[in-house]
Structure formats: C-alpha cells, structure tokens
C-alpha cells in the first residue's frame, strides 16, 4: 500500500483546489451540453482475479496516457441472480456461479489495477457490481446480499487508502419485461435495507409510454420503473439508451415527470446513460446507439422540459468480457 501523501495525492489535492476556487464561474458560465468521455462496461464472462486487476489497469492505463483527470463509472455486470449451496451470489456469462465474496473480491481487483496503473493521474472511477431482475432468484435476501459484498469492497477500499479515487455500488439491470414488478421492489428493498451505497438501475423502461399514463410491459406501470430506480432510497438512474430514435430517452423523461407529478422524491436526476455499441457490434441494428448518440439523447428529452431538467453525468457503453 502506499504512503498517504504521494503523487497521486498531490494531483488529487490540487485537482480539488483548483475545482473549488473556479467552481463558482463554472456554475455561472454557459457551455454547450456535449457528451462526457465513455467507459466500456462489461458482461461478465469470468472469475480469475486476473483479469480484473488487468481490466482495471486498462483503464487506469488509458487515463494515465491521456494526460488528462477522468471521471469513470463502469459497470460489471455478473449475470442473473443464483443461489448455489444455500450461497448468494450471479451466474456469470458463460463461466458459471460466481459468489458474493467473490464479487467482492473482483471489485477490489479491478480497483487494485486501477490504482496501480493510473501512477499520479488523480482520475477517479465507480466501480458498480451488477445484477439483473431475471430468473426465480430474484428475492429480497439476495438484494440484501449484494449491498453487504458492496459495502465490504468499500470497506476494503478504504483500508488501503484508495477511496479518495475509487469507491463502489451495487447495480441491477431492472427490465419489465424479465420480472414482475413485485418481485423486483422486493429485490430492490432488500438491497435499500443493507446498503451504505447506491443501487444504479440500469435497466429499461421497456414498453413504457411516451407520455403520462399507460402502462409498460408486463404489467408495469411508469410509478413501478420509477420507485426501482429513484423511490427506493438506495436509488440512482443509469438507464439504457440504446433506441437510435430516441424513444428510450423519451420514455425516461416521462418516468422523470411522472415523479415530478406524483412523488415526494420529485424528478429523476440521471447518474449517466448506458449504450450497448460495444456489445452489438454490428448486430441489433436500430439499437445501437453510440454512447455520444445515447447520452446526448437523455440529456435532450430531460432537459425539454424545465420539470424534468437535469445534468447526466456519466456515459458508458456495454461490451462482452473484457470489452475492446
């Protein structure tokens, strides 16, 4: 572990300086909304350590290169939740069970590359360990489960001095059409009931209406997609953008407004879009946004309208295992 106080400490400190003394001319200055630099996000088709670590020096590499302090947010999607053994935990894609404790474990080695390979770039990354709303295992207890792996890599994290630049979520691919309503609240309560750290949805809004009212598919109504993604209080918004005609980002500004109407929450404000260019490559033509198309998209519809308005301020794009 290294010293406190070293180059990475520095150029985070004066990073920071530098963020508070401009920060008022930055709010009172007017830009163009252009889209954030993408992360690639993974499906998870793997469980050495090794390769964690070398993703997470990837991008940590790739920072370090530019020259220049990121942003990131990546999500690692393990997979559907499984139960093996009476043992909480993902079936990955492809490589079978993957449990809590080695969720927990493959955030920490992605951060441990992270860290080491970005040297004295004070770029910062989210780490969110990921799940899906699919399949008969979808329960309050693994909700549970999956925020106490969260909040033991976070722990973890600060142990070593890393969580001025590094911190970790836990995560869920929410889709209507993949589970009930009911079950996925249960699952989303069960993670708000033992977490110290967000939950990112980064599901869909599938079915769901290009205005007030309706319902989505399976059953699902607007105030459903909604309670999952910013009514629980564990809450954030990551949400698919893939649609290249904007529907999907449509469909989130009316969830956005139906809690701006109905809830005490109020309007959605977006963590960031997802995309899937990556894990496409060619082949689902119509929903292949590019992450510039996809969060460009989301910040147009949300910010149409003054009830809605909101800054979005991640972009990443979903490849299949250690991406490209």
Same mark, same amino acid.
């Given at each position: 572990?290294?010293?406190?106080?070293n180059?990475?400490?520095a150029?985070?400190?004066?990073?920071s300086l530098?963020?508070?003394?401009f920060?008022?001319?930055?709010?009172n200055?007017s830009?163009?909304?252009?889209?954030?630099?993408?992360?690639?996000s993974?499906?998870?088709t793997?469980? !050495?350590?090794?390769? @964690?670590y070398n993703?997470?020096?990837?991008?940590?590499?790739? !920072?370090?290169?530019?020259?220049?302090?990121?942003?990131?947010?990546?999500?690692?999607?393990?997979?559907?939740?499984?139960?093996?053994?009476?043992?909480?935990?993902m079936?990955?894609?492809?490589?079978g069970?993957i449990s809590?404790?080695?969720?927990?474990?493959?955030?920490e080695n992605?951060?441990?590359? @992270?860290?080491t390979c970005?040297?004295?770039?004070?770029?910062?990354?989210?780490?969110?360990?990921?799940t899906?709303?699919?399949?008969?295992?979808?329960?309050?207890?693994?909700?549970?489960?999956?925020?106490?792996?969260?909040n033991?890599?976070?722990?973890?994290?600060?142990?070593?001095?890393?969580?001025?630049?590094?911190?970790?979520?836990?995560g869920c691919?929410?889709?209507?059409?993949?589970?009930?309503?009911?079950?996925?609240?249960a699952?989303?309560?069960?993670y708000?009931?033992s977490?110290?750290?967000?939950?990112y949805?980064?599901? !869909?809004?599938?079915?769901?209406?290009k205005?007030?009212g309706?319902t989505?598919n399976?059953g699902?109504?607007?105030?459903?997609?909604?309670?999952?993604?910013?009514?629980?209080?564990?809450?954030?918004?990551l949400?698919?953008i893939?649609?290249?005609t904007?529907?999907?980002?449509?469909?989130?500004?009316q969830i956005?407004?139906?809690?701006?109407l109905?809830?005490?929450?109020?309007?959605?404000? @977006?963590?960031?879009a997802m995309?899937?260019?990556?894990?496409?490559?060619?082949?689902?033509?119509?929903?292949?946004?590019?992450?510039?198309?996809?969060?460009?998209q989301?910040?147009?519809?949300?910010?149409?309208?003054?009830?809605?308005a909101?800054?979005?301020?991640?972009?990443? !794009?979903?490849?299949?295992?250690t991406g490209?």
């Open positions: 572990m290294r010293k406190w106080f180059s990475k400490t150029a985070f400190v004066i990073f530098f963020a508070f003394l920060a008022p001319w930055f709010a200055a830009f163009a909304a252009s889209a954030p630099p993408s992360t690639l993974h499906y998870v793997y469980t !050495d350590t090794n390769t @964690f993703m997470g020096c990837s991008l940590g590499t790739k !920072d370090k290169n530019a020259g220049l302090t990121y942003d990131n947010i990546v999500v690692l999607d393990f997979g559907q939740p499984l139960v093996s053994g009476g043992v909480q935990g079936s990955t894609f492809g490589n069970f809590m404790a080695g969720v927990t474990s493959a955030v992605y951060a441990k590359g @992270f860290y970005t040297g004295s770039n004070p770029s910062t990354v989210r780490i969110v360990a990921g899906s709303n699919y399949g008969s295992y979808v329960t309050s207890a693994h909700g549970a489960a999956l925020a106490v792996a969260v033991n890599a976070n722990s973890w994290l600060s142990s070593q001095g890393y969580s001025n630049w590094i911190s970790a979520a836990g691919d929410m889709e209507t059409s993949w589970n009930s309503a009911s079950t996925t609240k699952w989303a309560n069960g708000n009931g977490h110290q750290y967000g939950l949805n980064y599901g !869909d809004a599938g079915g769901c209406p205005s007030q309706g989505c399976n699902w109504t607007q105030g459903d997609v909604y309670y999952v993604t910013w009514g629980v209080p564990a809450g954030f918004a949400p698919e893939y649609n290249t904007g529907t999907n980002a449509t469909q989130w500004q956005s407004l139906w809690g701006y109905n809830d005490s929450q109020g309007k959605i404000t @977006f963590s960031g995309t899937q260019y990556n894990a496409c490559a060619g082949t689902c033509s119509g929903t292949d946004n590019t992450p510039s198309a996809g969060w460009t989301l910040y147009n519809a949300v910010n149409s309208d003054s009830r809605t909101s800054s979005v301020r991640w972009s990443t !794009d979903i490849s299949w295992g490209a």
